[in-house]
């Protein structure tokens, strides 16, 4: 059975940093792609970064770039977000998702997703 | 960025019945078109990828269509756990981008 479980989350003052971590197990983690995607409070979703599987390709939506670093350790089947540089608006439920298409050129399907860990920026 | 418009914000639907829900892409996202429903309390869950393939287990009461800017996602016969929030999601371009939603009440 797949399962994300995310962990690192935590109330932090704005300009603070916190390191968001996936634990991924079930499946062959370094064969597939990995996204982080956030909820704010009573509002839709927002996809925030992707990373492909050998972590050399990656990319951020325009509200975090320069601010959030996704990253992956293959070995230890694991994701992480470095987030700096905290607002009050990224304040969410930040979720860790699997893209689980097989190979490049099929369509993307995020088809399995963690519960989320809560990151709430705040003084 | 790609913006995904969803219509309406709320449908209110009675059990049993059909529901049709909309997503507009400003610019063309091919077929390259997701749905996702997300109960409350619940993590988003996958319907539909590729506009219209249906994902693992997804009962056949869901379909997609569309391609290029419009689509859509019908649920042929509502039934209770139906209830939810539904997400279309464009991955066709850089950065990825979700509607806002439409929600799916008992009328």
């Known amino acids: 059975e797949v399962q994300l479980v995310e962990s690192g989350g935590g109330l932090v003052q704005p300009g603070g940093s916190l390191r968001l971590s996936c634990a991924a197990s079930?499946?062959?983690?370094?064969?597939?792609?990995m996204n982080w995607v956030r909820q704010a409070p009573g509002k839709g979703l927002e996809w925030v970064s992707y990373?492909?599987?050998?972590?050399?390709?990656?990319h951020y939506a325009d509200s975090v770039k320069g601010r959030f670093t996704i990253s992956r350790d293959n070995a230890k089947n694991s994701l992480f977000l470095q987030m700096n540089s905290l607002r009050a608006d990224d304040t969410a439920l930040y979720y860790c998702v699997r893209d689980g298409r097989q190979y490049e050129g099929a369509y993307r399907r995020f088809d399995h997703w963690g519960q989320g860990t809560l990151v709430t920026v705040s003084s | 960025e790609i913006v995904m418009t969803q219509s309406p914000a709320t449908l209110s639907v009675s059990p049993g019945e059909r529901a049709t829900l909309s997503c507009r892409a400003s610019q063309s996202v091919n077929t390259n078109l997701a749905w996702y429903l997300q109960r409350p309390g619940q993590a988003p869950r996958l319907l539909i990828y590729?506009?219209?393939t249906g994902a693992t287990a997804i009962p056949a009461r869901f379909s997609g269509s569309g391609s290029g800017t419009d689509f859509t996602l019908t649920i042929s016969s509502l039934q209770s756990e139906d209830f939810a929030v539904y997400y279309c999601?464009?991955?066709?371009?850089?950065?990825?981008?979700f509607g806002g939603g439409t929600r799916v009440e008992i009328k």
């Open positions: 990373i492909n599987s050998g972590g050399d390709d990656k």
């Open positions: 999601h464009q991955y066709n371009n850089w950065p990825l981008t």
């Open positions: 079930g499946f062959t983690f370094s064969n597939y792609e």
């Open positions: 590729g506009a219209s």
